[in-house]
């Protein structure tokens, strides 16, 4: 197998079924459009790799990845139930819902993620750098019943947490907050009448009932 795919063009709607790529290059790599079936990447490097309607349909897995620079929009390549282990995520823009994915042993450095639900994601022993704002942990969903199980040894130290950084249900007491701050100073709760959303809010730290919204 050719271990340098940078800068290819796979054609739009190729599809690619299983498949384990181990130790390739995929920088500026263009996956438009591509469908994946039981795709395993295994130790690859992805800078400014386009993945712009990818769809990732089922047994997705990442292993001792690198992704740098990468734009993850309009794609489910890291969604709807993706493994991901020990993997780097550095300088990523992140704007796409991460539905249903497993997190284990990952970076995510220098990161800018703003208006997305990590609904029914689990994150284990992972770290994360740069800014939050607008995003939801869901420690209730679906499949996912256990509170303890979405964060899990969650090093937030090195995040800043903009407005509506929000934990829905979710066992913070494994996870480290933000630099100086403390998840109890830092959180309140949003609904008057319900103890499961706890969040940054905004500047005016409203609080509303949530019958109001049912």
Same mark, same amino acid.
């Given at each position: 197998?050719?271990?340098?795919?940078?800068?290819?063009?796979?054609?739009?709607?190729?599809?690619? !079924?299983?498949?384990? #790529?181990? &130790?390739?290059?995929?920088?500026?790599? =263009? %996956? +438009?459009?591509?469908?994946?079936? @039981?795709? $395993?990447?295994?130790?690859?490097?992805?800078?400014?790799?386009?993945?712009?309607?990818?769809?990732?349909?089922?047994?997705?897995?990442?292993?001792?990845?690198?992704?740098?620079?990468?734009?993850?929009?309009?794609?489910?390549?890291?969604?709807?139930?993706?493994?991901?282990?020990?993997?780097?995520?550095?300088?990523?823009?992140?704007?796409?819902?991460?539905?249903?994915?497993?997190? !284990?042993?990952?970076? #995510?450095? &220098?990161?800018?993620?703003?208006?997305? =639900? %990590? +609904?029914?994601?689990?994150?284990? @022993?992972? $770290?994360?750098?740069?800014?939050?704002?607008?995003?939801?942990?869901?420690?209730?969903?679906?499949?996912?019943?256990?509170?303890?199980?979405?964060?899990?040894?969650?090093?937030?130290?090195?995040?800043?947490?903009?407005?509506?950084?929000?934990?829905?249900?979710?066992?913070?007491?494994?996870?480290?907050?933000?630099?100086?701050?403390?998840?109890?100073?830092?959180?309140?709760?949003?609904?008057?009448?319900?103890?499961?959303?706890?969040?940054?809010?905004?500047?005016?730290?409203?609080?509303?009932?949530?019958?109001?919204?049912?």
């Amino acid at each position: 197998m050719e271990k340098k795919f940078i800068g290819v063009d796979f054609g739009k709607n190729e599809i690619i !079924k299983n498949v384990t #790529f181990e &130790e390739c290059d995929f920088s500026k790599t =263009n %996956f +438009n459009g591509v469908h994946l079936y @039981n795709v $395993k990447f295994i130790r690859c490097l992805f800078v400014r790799t386009i993945f712009d309607d990818v769809k990732n349909y089922e047994n997705g897995y990442f292993e001792d990845c690198h992704f740098e620079s990468v734009k993850f929009h309009g794609t489910n390549i890291i969604s709807n139930k993706v493994i991901l282990k020990n993997c780097l995520f550095k300088k990523c823009n992140i704007k796409i819902p991460l539905f249903s994915s497993t997190f !284990k042993d990952c970076l #995510f450095l &220098e990161m800018r993620i703003k208006g997305i =639900n %990590f +609904n029914d994601s689990t994150f284990e @022993n992972c $770290k994360f750098s740069g800014t939050l704002e607008d995003v939801e942990f869901n420690g209730i969903y679906d499949t996912n019943l256990d509170p303890k199980a979405c964060l899990k040894n969650v090093d937030f130290s090195d995040c800043i947490f903009r407005d509506f950084v929000s934990f829905n249900n979710c066992d913070l007491s494994t996870c480290l907050p933000p630099k100086g701050r403390d998840f109890k100073e830092l959180l309140y709760k949003f609904y008057i009448d319900d103890d499961s959303i706890y969040t940054t809010g905004s500047k005016d730290k409203i609080m509303v009932r949530k019958v109001d919204y049912e």
